[in-house]
């Protein structure tokens, strides 16, 4: 059980029953106290805790700003890893937490916090994710970052995505975990089954994909291969009169992984143990493809990733 820190008394117990005077002299200093916010949130990062603690952490911490600066000093209370998915997720479940303040202003546009994908703009700094099944850190140095939007951002089981204003047009670059499995037809997502190569000899090997050779590389530490292609998608849809989606693997969240007609796309399979990491930099023909590729590669040569397993 950890201990909450209390303050420390300003003299001995020998002086203080005197009463005769004391020289002056420096004593201990008093440990900062905790704020009500800060206690409910040391409880709850307890090994011994549960979901009961943290809600009586939604009802001491009445602001989105107490509750961030609280969970920075106690992470292991955050089950979901960003402060605001933890918050929605008690405020929609947890026991007459609806109308207690911090739920009440989760229910408003909040901001992205610093270190945490989401769905928002991302400032400059240090962040880190989990959702691939590997333990990533990365750096943003410029402006103009986001996550995807409409969502948490940082998906667990399928990993986040990030995309830059100056790069104009669709485009994104996806951090996203493989497993194996695949769909059986690049034209429908109907059949699924296990890759019988490695992920970039499956990538190279679909229909409409066009391949450089790979190239043997590491990122982050560990093992990769890159490999940049183009697609030219062999599906198509009669009632749109356009080539349409090429599907590639299955996610757990969002459905599926896969490109489209027309993109530019560099790859970097990463070996990160239990999983590959695919970090996907793709972008459609109006996209400033160039530009991209140096942003994405200044994120990437930041980036370490270690194995969760």
């Known amino acids: ?41 040391a409880l709850a990062a307890d090994p011994l805790a549960n979901v009961l603690d943290l ?6 911490c009445h602001t989105f700003a107490d509750w961030s600066a609280a969970a920075a000093m106690y992470p292991g209370a955050l089950f979901l890893g960003d402060p605001r998915e933890t918050i929605q997720s008690r405020c929609a479940e947890g026991d007459g937490l609806a109308d ?29 994710s989990t959702s691939t099944g590997a333990n990533i850190t990365f750096t943003l140095t410029g402006e103009g970052w986001s996550g995807l939007e409409d969502t948490p951002g940082d998906i667990p089981g399928d990993g986040f995505a990030l995309f830059n204003d100056a790069v104009g047009g669709r485009h994104g670059i996806g951090i996203y975990a493989y497993a194996g499995e695949v769909f059986t037809q690049v034209c429908s997502d109907e059949t699924t089954g296990t890759a019988a190569t490695n992920f ?5 090997a679909v229909e409409g994909v ?14 990769a291969i890159r490999l ?47 999983v590959t990491v695919a970090i996907v930099i793709e972008a459609f023909p109006e996209a400033k493809f160039e530009i991209l590729l140096e942003k994405a590669e200044e994120v990437i040569a930041t980036m370490t990733i270690a194995p969760a397993c």
């Open 228 to 274: 940049d292609l183009t697609t030219d998608s062999p599906c198509f849809d009669p009632t749109l009169g356009d080539p349409t989606r090429m599907w590639l693997w299955p996610l757990p969240v969002h459905r599926d992984f896969h490109l489209n007609d027309g993109e530019h796309v560099r790859v970097y399979a990463v070996d990160a143990a239990c």
């Open 100 to 128: 207690e303040p911090l739920c009440q202003e989760v229910g408003q546009a909040l901001p992205c916090v610093p270190g945490f994908v989401c769905g928002g703009a991302l400032v400059p700094g240090d962040y880190a």
């Open 1 to 41: 059980m950890k201990l909450i820190p209390a303050l420390v008394l300003a003299c001995g117990l020998a002086a203080c029953s005197s009463g005769a005077a004391q020289p002056t002299s420096p004593g201990p200093t008093a440990a900062p106290s905790l704020t009500a916010c800060d206690a409910a949130m």
């Open 55 to 60: 809600d009586e952490a939604i009802r001491a």
């Open 210 to 223: 066009s391949a450089e050779e790979p190239v043997p590389t590491q990122v982050g530490g560990r093992p």
């Open 200 to 204: 970039v000899t499956f990538l190279a």
